[in-house]
């Protein structure tokens, strides 16, 4: 339950709608309640009518000879019924029917019209009831499952290397709709049935204090053998809900690897590795169905006993006189464990949803209590960058494996400076853009922009001023037009095309069937490879920052259109600063600078010339590439 608190900040947000519901709650059971005291009424009714008739019938004579008054008789069997002990409703209408006296047949009948009032005021205060609490847990739903999104996107790029996206789907599927449970069915439940047995009781024990002792005895045993379940259940749930993540974790990389496994011929290899997680799955669920299952029949046994504890008792003390019972004590207890049925028997349904919405609740407080690594400062400064970059004897390693990435990179770039990083792969190239755009922070070191310390900016500020294209490119199932202007703070189609043209697309994308509202896959899975990577140049090019970073963006589209993007380019970055990543030489295109990564450190620095000049690494990599291309033809 300690883990369910987390969930009281929305209760507090809706308390109004949550206390109106308990009202609804308390008034629904309190008209139901009294139900059995009426009929309990109107048996006592019927009673004394057939005593009336049989009495006619065989009048008893008085010792002087003269037969008993009627009066008299009447008097002893109302001195039977306790009226005192019944609710007020109850005793004004039991008095209004005593002082209008109309025939049985009427008196019946009103009684039943009375019965059928109480069940409709009792169903519509349970209709308002419904709508206040199960309404209110539809909104807390919304907001949780807002605040959970609005955390993942302040995650930062290490702990999304560390969890899968299935798993992250499961939490905020699976686990916020048993949170749900609890919020809305299980607090109107609970409720409820406290209610329920609270009224009961109350009048039970008013009526007869000891025959309401033998017809409740059974219930300990009950709430016993909840409490050695429930330990069960909430362990139980919680082993389950991991294996679900694990099952949605499968099937979203099946999904999304659809075309590796059919090109790998692996269906049925991936099939067996569902099948595996899916058959664990269900035996621990089948395996909690049948303790929940040890619930009904308990409840069942439970309530049939005391039913049998009250018709028996009650009528051996109705038989022999004892403690004032009459037939409609008996009736009215019945009525009560009738009433009591469904609310015992929720004790179980309702704890086991608290159970596994606290199992929910502490896989999702796990998430929502992980600190982003990279924050805010305190006082953010907002800054209009101008493009000067230094780097400063930055090392890193990357936490979740411990590679170091980066040893002792110093590097000054001026404002409009070209700059090219090339290296093999894993020479660090990517964790330089990743932590000039703050993805990461310097295990050592300081990276400043202007002068000024990233971590003193306002991060989202600094990420809006930078345009970056990463490695991995990503389109949104969305229109060509939308994944080109996602940057964008409002549409604009004219800088759309632009950056199209600049990114050398524009005319692929013309030659769609809807142009620029052609609608792209899950993924850009209906375009190619480089059709990706220019759309996702162009969604750099539109924002038109100060600084641009390149991150091997053109390594799927051949060498004419990588020339024609990369002279679109040299027009495009005038007066930018510019950080192209790459691990292809490009020796059609004069960059400023050209820096040479090896193993996380420069090991050489200066323009294409100079660095062949040197004979060394470089001409090493320019020359090896320029063996593969004549290899190729």
């Not at 009375?114 to 009831?129: Q, S």
Request: net charge neutral; aromatic share 10%.
């Amino acid at each position: 339950m300690k883990h369910l608190k987390a969930v009281n900040k929305y209760f507090w947000k809706y308390r109004w709608r949550f206390l109106l519901g308990l009202v609804f709650i308390i008034l629904s059971n309190y008209f139901r309640i009294l139900t059995p005291q009426v009929t309990g009424y109107v048996v006592n009714s019927v009673e004394k009518e057939l005593r009336d008739s049989v009495i006619n019938k065989n009048s008893a004579p008085s010792p002087d000879g003269q037969a008993i008054p009627q009066a008299a008789i009447h008097q002893t069997i109302q001195d039977r019924k306790d009226t005192a002990n019944y609710d007020i409703l109850v005793k004004k209408f039991i008095r209004g029917m005593d002082k209008a006296r109309p025939a049985f047949g009427a008196k019946v009948a009103i009684c039943g019209v009375t019965l059928l009032l109480l069940a409709l005021v009792g169903g519509f205060f349970m209709f308002l009831m419904r709508q206040t609490i199960i309404v209110m847990s539809r909104h807390i739903e919304y907001d949780q499952k807002k605040e959970i999104y609005d955390h993942y996107q302040l995650l930062d790029t290490n702990f999304y290397k560390v969890h899968s996206t299935g798993d992250l789907m499961s939490r905020m599927a699976e686990d916020v709709s048993r949170v749900r449970m609890f919020t809305g069915p299980a607090v109107m439940y609970l409720v409820n049935l406290l209610a329920t047995i609270a009224f009961s009781l109350f009048f039970m024990l008013k009526k007869d204090a000891l025959l309401s002792l033998y017809v409740l005895a059974p219930l300990p045993i009950l709430a016993i053998t909840i409490y050695y379940v429930n330990n069960i259940i909430h362990k139980k749930s919680e082993h389950i809900q991991a294996l679900l993540s694990n099952l949605t974790t499968n099937a979203q990389e099946s999904y999304s690897g659809i075309r590796v496994i059919k090109s790998f011929v692996q269906e049925k290899a991936m099939l067996r590795f569902f099948t595996h997680n899916s058959e664990e799955y269900r035996k621990n669920a089948v395996g909690l169905a049948k303790v929940e299952s040890i619930y009904f029949p308990s409840m069942g046994l439970m309530i049939g006993l005391s039913t049998l504890l009250a018709i028996m008792i009650g009528g051996l003390y109705t038989i022999y006189g004892r403690h004032s019972t009459d037939l409609g004590t008996i009736t009215e207890f019945v009525i009560y464990i009738t009433m009591l049925t469904f609310p015992v028997s929720a004790i179980g349904w309702v704890a086991s949803i608290i159970q596994r919405a606290s199992a929910s609740q502490k896989r999702l407080n796990e998430f929502l209590d992980t600190v982003p690594g990279i924050q805010n400062p305190p006082v953010p400064l907002e800054h209009r960058l101008q493009g000067n970059i230094s780097f400063e004897h930055v090392d890193f390693t990357y936490p979740n494996t411990g590679i170091n990435a980066l040893k002792d990179f110093h590097l000054e770039v001026r404002k409009g400076e070209k700059v090219v990083i090339i290296g093999r792969t894993g020479s660090g190239k990517t964790t330089v853009a990743q932590l000039l755009l703050r993805m990461y922070d310097p295990t050592r070191g300081h990276i400043r922009i202007d002068g000024v310390d990233l971590r003193a900016l306002d991060l989202q500020d600094l990420r809006r001023q930078i345009s970056y294209t990463p490695q991995d490119t990503f389109l949104f199932s969305d229109t060509v037009t939308g994944n080109i202007q996602f940057g964008l703070d409002k549409p604009d189609e004219e800088k759309v095309r632009l950056a199209a043209r600049y990114a050398s697309v524009d005319k692929e994308i013309e030659g769609f069937a809807a142009r620029y509202d052609t609608m792209i896959g899950e993924r850009g899975v209906t375009l190619s490879g480089g059709q990706k990577q220019r759309i996702s140049i162009a969604r750099s090019l539109v924002k038109d920052p100060e600084i641009v970073v390149f991150d091997d963006c053109l390594s799927a589209v051949d060498a004419k259109t990588e020339k024609e993007i990369l002279e679109n380019l040299h027009q495009y970055l005038q007066n930018k600063t510019a950080i192209i990543i790459t691990h292809r030489i490009f020796s059609l295109v004069d960059f400023d600078r050209i820096i040479v990564l090896e193993e996380g450190r420069i090991v050489e620095t200066g323009t294409h010339r100079e660095l062949l000049a040197l004979n060394g690494y470089y001409t090493y990599l320019y020359e090896q590439q320029q063996q593969e291309k004549e290899d190729a033809s």
